[in-house]
């Protein structure tokens, strides 16, 4: 199970989607009662199937953790050397101007800056702010396309942009050596990208620089932020004593900027365009059918889970075309 923080809820998930979505159509007469009869697995069904299997993750879920017994093989050393980033905590109050101090450090050091925040308007407040002072900085959000969003991070890279900022920097998955410096802003605040896994892999960002280092302005330690850190500074260890065990010298990741980010940007077109013929060949099969009801359902399965995997350029086109498939049936209606 790759990824299985998140594929095991996923999997925990599947059930109450399904009989949610099932129900209003049932209840208004859409579908029969049977309908709830072809459904996914319950969570207790699947694992009654499973037999042997390989949890596969950086931060492993409570849930994967107990049924092996807490015992796992962990890949921590880089064969660069490479150890995970300095994590210091300093006051909520300023964090704005503070951080603007160290953005100035890093860009005299000749790195990036990636700084979270919790809310879209927080993110742009301060990246129009930081912009006015003489900053290069980038906005990342949802809305952004995955043309736009591979020129920000090209850009990002090759110095165009000094700062990036956004809510959500961990859905990129990509490398960017280039940061030396994560900002973590309002660090104690709840929220599912403040809890543990998203703290460690946010802070985790910085780990493919020798610079690399982290800063969480918070007025209190919350419990995620104490386990994030001190899995983090565990991390350090275990490669700080390997590195001095065979005399090894970390070094920077070095990667080509056109291609690492143009291989991510060709897969992702790839998979769009490869959606977007899986569409438009269902919905030729489903109005073959005559069948308006099973065309909306199945696009908005889709719209949903491509929302749920954070793949939202992919949502809001099925969104549109559910939108404009309505209209459709309206007019000839």
């Known amino acids: 199970a790759d990824e299985s923080h998140i594929t095991i809820p996923q999997i925990h998930g599947m059930i109450g989607g399904d009989r949610s979505r099932k129900k209003n159509l049932i209840d208004f007469g859409w ?6 009869d072809n459904r996914p697995l319950t969570f207790e069904e699947w694992e009654s199937k499973i037999n042997n299997i390989v949890f596969m993750s950086a931060t492993p879920g409570g849930w994967e953790l107990e049924k092996s017994g807490g015992v796992s093989a962990e890949q921590i050393i880089r064969p660069t050397g490479l150890v995970d980033p300095q994590v210091e905590i300093r006051p909520a109050k300023n964090q704005i101007d503070d951080l603007l101090n160290e953005i100035r450090k890093t860009i005299t050091n000749k790195g990036r800056t990636l700084v979270t925040t919790l ?4 993110s742009e407040d301060i990246a129009e702010y930081y912009s006015e002072l003489g900053l290069k900085v980038a906005y990342l959000h949802s809305e952004v396309g995955t ?25 990129e998955g990509l490398d960017l050596p280039e940061v030396q410096l994560v900002a973590i802003l309002d660090a104690d605040k ?3 990208l403040r809890d543990t896994r998203s703290l460690i892999q946010t802070i985790g960002r910085a780990s493919r620089n020798l610079e690399g280092r982290a800063i969480l302005y918070a007025d209190k330690i919350t419990r995620a932020m104490k386990e994030a850190i001190e899995e983090t500074d565990r991390r350090r260890k275990i490669q700080i004593d390997y590195n001095e065990k065979f005399n ?8 080509n900027i056109l291609n690492s980010l143009s291989n991510e940007h060709e897969f992702k077109e790839r998979e769009t365009k490869k959606l977007k013929r899986k569409v438009k060949d269902k919905i030729e099969d489903f109005e073959k059918q005559g069948d308006k009801i099973l065309v909306i359902e199945y696009l908005e399965n889709k719209m949903f889970l491509a929302a749920k995997e954070l793949r939202f350029e992919d949502a809001a086109y099925l969104r549109d075309k559910i939108k404009e498939i309505k209209k459709v049936y309206k007019k000839k209606a």
């Open 147 to 171: 043309v736009e969003r591979f020129d920000i991070l090209r850009r990002l890279r090759d110095g165009t942009h000094d700062v990036l900022v956004g809510i959500n920097l961990l859905r």
């Open 119 to 122: 809310t879209k308007r927080m």
């Open 31 to 36: 579908r029969l009662p049977s309908a709830y």
């Open 190 to 192: 709840m929220g599912f």
């Open 248 to 255: 090894i010298t970390p070094q920077t990741v070095k990667k």
